[in-house]
């Protein structure tokens, strides 16, 4: 230990020091590079190193020059002696005493608190409305509707090649959450089987499944066209499109539902009515 | 081409198929920019590589082969056209060392008139889509943006840098992709890809789409080092590796008495605490 | 030195005079100024968070001047030429202004996020370090939960963050919440559709996460934050043990003026670290990512690392769900719902029920070094390595894609190792600390046997005999372990 003598700041003195001014210059550096029209990797260097230069040069001047002595708090018990608390028991029963007795005053007390309480909760119903039948059904609902494509143009069959994949919405609802649809043309040799039931529900080999995923929601964007899987790329969900967009890996425990496909007098493919489930994720009374 | 509708004279359509047979070779040879003696040289050219490169696996008439284990070796090529053929070809997918690899992007087995001449020869073996001719200038960088969102990122990722399909594939980065091979690939639906036609985007469209593919290439990052610009994965690693780590260096270095040798004492100072 | 210091002093009187003639504060001051902080490294962890935090306010205020929650159409027409003239919200539009248009605004985005990720990083090092040293034990587990409950809330507040911007990635995350609030059994339709104003994506979510974001959250946090250095004042630090160190005094440096120093240079130092990241890597580059449509999504979709376990017990849990007369708990309740649950609710209970099984209720001010006490360790590695597959879970993609795998493998492979890496990792741990204080020469906790835990849990346990149970370091037992 060297002997105390302000004079020889020494090694830790100077490094302290160019630390400052390091951060001096980075901070004047900052400023220009701001006022030249800005440069985001320079400002960010030029703040890091303002900032790690003042922070270094004081944790040197910390380390090198504040007292190191080592210091010992004593801990004092946490709880307090009996008789403060039995203090304070009493100054608060003090004040409780006069009212408890009075059984009517409290019961009457509560009960309008209580009432107050619940009568605060109902503004909170204006937040949102009453979930109804929205979650179980789609713009599709009810008759028929052109599919169209994102522009609103319809679809007619010979635009979706074999091996296609288009998303469609109902006619005049493009940007409705619930009802992107894909419409996917599969290979007539691929082994397509419709579900019992829904032998026509689609227009020669053009299927429409609904896109968002059974499991959280997200579009099931990813066609694997030779194998014909469908693949959600946020959980892995996988289905396939051949055997009703069943799921065959993945956290996904339903079927993508499917649309009713038929034509138009123009030609043009329309959805006879809504998906065959309620469209994406569940809910505790889905099936109701 | 032509309907067959009953009102129509068997005169009439010939000479539709006329016009529109002269325009069709009228086109490719502005296209082409060859001669038409050089057409004959390259039918001869692409059959002769065909049957050296090609046609153990995909058969003569480009019908695809079945092994005599009953497994197929090769794919027919009648539906592949032009799109399909060009697509293989030039990003060296094909032709493929045994019929069990994967096909992945490597060195071109053929180049320039070669290139050319068998992929036209595959074309003449069935009908299929055309290889468009791509033109970036002027292309609608945004609207390709749009179209590649909506069509390309589920598979090829936002930054193009692809993504994992399931039971083992994978759609491949775009990173190295040509602007033509682009194009061939969305018309053809190489492997597990869909098939993109003209009907669904059409030649602008598809022309800012390719555009927007070679914008992610290099696209602008204005933050900094782009770290993948596939979001919160390396993100994390970074936070964690550098940013969690230099902190507790940070921290251990404060936190602990010594590395500087202490120049100075404080004169009331009773002695050092610490034994 | 000391002529300067005297002129100094009657420099500064008169402020500090005036100031203690009207709030007396003197002796508090000094009190404060002469707290004794305990001489180790890992105790300024938790500062790392605080000062994350401060700058998170700083930034995020600055933000907020340039920043639009509104889910109004507009049309872009900013610099960014790739998204010209495309339909996005005001939001999204104010943030690619705030990144391309605003001098310093893409610094400031950056460094907000980078903090954020900070942040969490440097909660959840020092909840380890509380953990592992015993520092919740008795008189400190009300900070514990206050600790825990800032945890959650830092969690909920990055989330809330990241998806107001309305680009891709973050509509797809939000598009997840609701799904998961969705499966809640009975209320979910009611809470889903009170939070987000109706259906997905519903009129006012963007909105009303901002006034969460920015308000709510940041007051609650600033508050507990309060209360929780607070009662550290109160508590005094906990120390390792050493010599002089005892569990009725704190030994360690004063806070005037050495530690003071060094807690200032650290802000300064983790403020540089933020502004590096900030400045020189590029975060969220949202204008890749485009603006929100539900009907669209990227590959290699994943949420910010601290949300990264959830997706990723998403991600690995089976196609199950429960369905019964009509009524259905949904496949992501469980993962989703259930899991975060379990997680924070052990955390908040873990002080009692460890006090529980060890019948240990005393006060504890001297820390425990991890190998002594090898079962919390182990089974707090353990927990370390449950979290960590299931974050790898949610980069199975991006880990597929950059190894060449098959992603369902992958997937395979996590649904066991979620599993059986934990149990790995613990009996390593508790093989390795028993090892160590073997060598060492140090003593063990006293040991409890398997089969008396659920009575303890239950509190029926009546201890045999007072004395407490020797510590037994070498003795291979197969029907009797140690815990904690």
């Given at each position: 230990m060297t002997s105390p003598e302000p004079t020889s700041g020494g090694a830790a003195e100077r490094l302290a020091a160019a630390c400052f001014l390091l951060a001096t210059a980075a901070a004047i550096g900052l400023a220009?590079?701001?006022?030249?029209?800005?440069?985001?990797?320079?400002?960010?260097?030029?703040?890091?190193?303002?900032?790690?230069?003042?922070?270094?040069?004081?944790?040197?001047?910390?380390?090198?020059?504040?007292?190191?002595?080592?210091?010992?708090?004593?801990?004092?018990?946490?709880?307090?002696?009996?008789?403060?608390?039995?203090?304070?028991?009493?100054?608060?029963?003090?004040?409780?005493?006069?009212?408890?007795?009075?059984r009517v005053l409290v019961a009457s007390l509560g009960a309008a608190l209580t009432a107050l309480g619940a009568s605060l909760l109902f503004p909170i119903r204006s937040l949102g409305p009453r979930p109804g039948r929205g979650l179980k059904t789609t713009p599709y609902e009810g008759g028929r509707k052109r599919v169209v494509r994102a522009d609103g143009t319809p679809v007619r069959p010979a635009d979706l090649p074999e091996d296609g994949v288009i998303t469609v919405w109902p006619e005049g609802h493009t940007d409705a959450a619930d009802a992107p649809t894909l419409l996917i043309h599969v290979r007539p040799n691929q082994g397509f089987r419709p579900r019992p039931g829904r032998e026509g529900w689609t227009i020669g080999n053009i299927v429409a499944y609904s896109k968002i995923c059974t499991h959280v929601g997200c579009p099931v964007g990813l066609y694997q066209a030779a194998e014909g899987l469908l693949l959600c790329p946020c959980h892995q969900s996988t289905f396939n499109v051949l055997e009703g967009a069943r799921p065959i890996f993945g956290p996904a425990a339903r079927s993508l539902p499917q649309l009713p496909l038929a034509l138009d007098a123009a030609g043009y493919i329309v959805a006879t009515g809504d998906f065959s489930d309620p469209v994406g994720p569940g809910f505790w009374d889905r099936e109701r | 081409m032509s309907d067959r509708r009953p009102g129509l004279r068997r005169r009439d359509v010939l000479a539709v198929g006329l016009v529109l047979a002269t325009a069709l070779v009228i086109t490719s040879l502005v296209i082409s920019r060859r001669p038409a003696a050089a057409g004959a040289d390259q039918q001869a050219r692409g059959r002769e590589l065909y049957l050296t490169g090609c046609v153990s696996c995909h058969g003569v008439k480009g019908e695809g082969v079945v092994g005599p284990d009953g497994r197929r070796r090769g794919p027919s090529l009648q539906t592949s056209g032009e799109a399909g053929a060009y697509y293989y070809l030039s990003t060296g997918r094909m032709p493929l060392g045994s019929s069990d690899e994967q096909p992945r992007r490597k060195k071109r087995a053929y180049e320039g008139a070669d290139l050319d001449a068998l992929v036209a020869y595959v074309a003449s073996l069935g009908t299929g889509p055309k290889a468009p001719i791509v033109h970036l200038a002027g292309a609608d960088l945004a609207k390709g943006g749009e179209l590649y969102r909506a069509n390309c990122q589920a598979c090829h990722s936002a930054s193009g840098s692809g993504g994992a399909l399931s039971y083992g594939r994978a759609a491949p980065s775009l990173h190295s992709a040509q602007p033509r091979e682009i194009a061939a690939a969305m018309r053809a639906g190489p492997g597990q890809m869909p098939v993109f036609s003209s009907r669904e985007i059409g030649g602008r469209d598809l022309d800012a789409v390719v555009r927007y593919v070679q914008y992610l290439r290099t696209p602008r990052d204005p933050g900094g080092l782009p770290i993948g610009r596939i979001g919160p994965i390396p993100e994390g690693f970074v936070a964690w590796s550098i940013g969690m780590v230099a902190l507790l260096a940070i921290v251990a270095w404060i936190g602990t008495r010594m590395p500087i040798r202490r120049e100075v004492e404080v004169p009331d100072q009773p002695g050092e605490g610490s034994p | 030195m000391s002529r300067t210091t005297r002129a100094r002093r009657a420099k500064r009187e008169p402020v500090g005079r005036w100031i203690d003639d009207r709030l007396g504060v003197a002796k508090l001051a000094r009190t404060a100024l002469n707290k004794v902080f305990p001489d180790h490294w890992s105790f300024m962890i938790g500062e790392l968070g605080l000062y994350s935090f401060v700058i998170l306010v700083l930034t995020g205020a600055y933000l907020t001047f340039f920043f639009r929650a509104s889910t109004t159409e507009v049309t872009y027409a900013g610099s960014y030429d790739a998204l010209r003239g495309v339909r996005m919200t005001?939001?999204?539009?104010?943030?690619?202004?705030?990144?391309?248009?605003?001098?310093?605004?893409?610094?400031?985005?950056?460094?907000?996020?980078?903090?954020?990720?900070?942040?969490?990083?440097?909660?959840?090092v020092h909840l380890g370090r509380v953990f592992?040293?015993?520092?919740?034990?008795?008189?400190?587990?009300?900070?514990?939960?206050?600790?825990?409950?800032?945890?959650?809330?830092?969690?909920?507040?990055?989330?809330?963050?990241?998806?107001?911007?309305?680009d891709q990635l973050s509509g797809t995350g939000l598009r997840i919440a609701?799904?998961?609030?969705?499966?809640?059994?009975?209320?979910?339709?009611?809470?889903t559709s009170l939070l987000f104003g109706g259906e997905f994506p519903g009129p006012d979510i963007i909105n009303r996460l901002y006034v969460i974001h920015i308000l709510i959250i940041p007051a609650i946090i600033t508050v507990l934050l309060t209360v929780h250095l607070a009662i550290v004042v109160r508590h005094k630090h906990t120390q390792f043990p050493g010599p002089g160190r005892r569990e009725d005094n704190v030994v360690g440096e004063r806070m005037w003026p050495t530690y003071a120093a060094k807690a200032t240079g650290l802000f300064f130092l983790t403020a540089a670290v933020v502004c590096f990241l900030g400045g020189v890597f590029q975060i969220n580059p949202i204008w890749i990512y485009g603006p929100f449509d539900a009907a669209q999504v990227s590959s290699a979709s994943q949420p910010d690392w601290y949300m990264g376990w959830l997706d990723g017990a998403l991600r690995i849990m089976p196609g199950w769900e429960i369905r019964a007369f009509g009524f259905e708990i949904p496949n992501p309740f469980f993962p989703g719902v259930l899991l975060a649950g379990l997680t924070f609710?052990?955390?908040?209970?873990?002080?009692?029920?460890?006090?529980?099984?060890?019948?240990?209720?005393?006060?504890?001010?001297?820390?425990?070094?991890?190998?002594?006490?090898?079962?919390?360790?182990?089974?707090?590695?353990?927990?370390?390595?449950?979290?960590?597959?299931?974050f790898l879970g949610a980069g199975a993609d991006v880990l597929s894609t950059t190894f060449g795998l098959s992603v369902n493998s992958v997937l395979w492979t996590f649904r066991f190792a979620v599993f059986v890496a934990p149990v790995v990792a613990g009996s390593v741990t508790y093989r390795l600390c028993r090892e160590l204080c073997r060598r060492d020469g140090l003593p063990m906790a006293s040991k409890v046997s398997w089969g008396e835990i659920p009575s303890r849990l239950l509190g029926r346990h009546r201890p045999p005999d007072a004395s407490p149970h020797p510590a037994e370091p070498d003795e291979p037992m197969p029907t009797h372990d140690e815990l904690v």
């Open positions: 220009v590079v701001y006022w030249r029209g800005g440069q985001t990797q320079l400002e960010g260097i030029m703040l890091a190193v303002a900032l790690g230069g003042i922070g270094m040069g004081i944790v040197v001047v910390a380390k090198a020059f504040l007292p190191d002595e080592e210091a010992t708090e004593a801990r004092e018990p946490l709880a307090s002696p009996e008789a403060e608390v039995a203090k304070l028991t009493a100054d608060l029963e003090s004040g409780e005493a006069p009212v408890a007795r009075r | - | 005001e939001a999204y539009r104010s943030a690619l202004d705030i990144s391309f248009d605003v001098r310093a605004g893409l610094l400031m985005r950056q460094i907000h996020h980078w903090a954020a990720l900070l942040f969490l990083a440097s909660i959840v592992f040293t015993g520092a919740f034990r008795r008189p400190r587990e009300i900070n514990w939960m206050v600790g825990v409950t800032l945890l959650i809330l830092a969690i909920f507040n990055g989330f809330a963050g990241y998806s107001l911007l309305d609701y799904s998961i609030a969705l499966s809640i059994p009975v209320a979910g339709t009611w809470i609710g052990l955390l908040f209970a873990w002080p009692f029920l460890e006090a529980r099984v060890t019948g240990d209720h005393g006060e504890h001010h001297i820390d425990d070094r991890p190998r002594q006490r090898p079962v919390r360790t182990a089974l707090g590695v353990a927990t370390i390595a449950f979290y960590v597959i299931l």
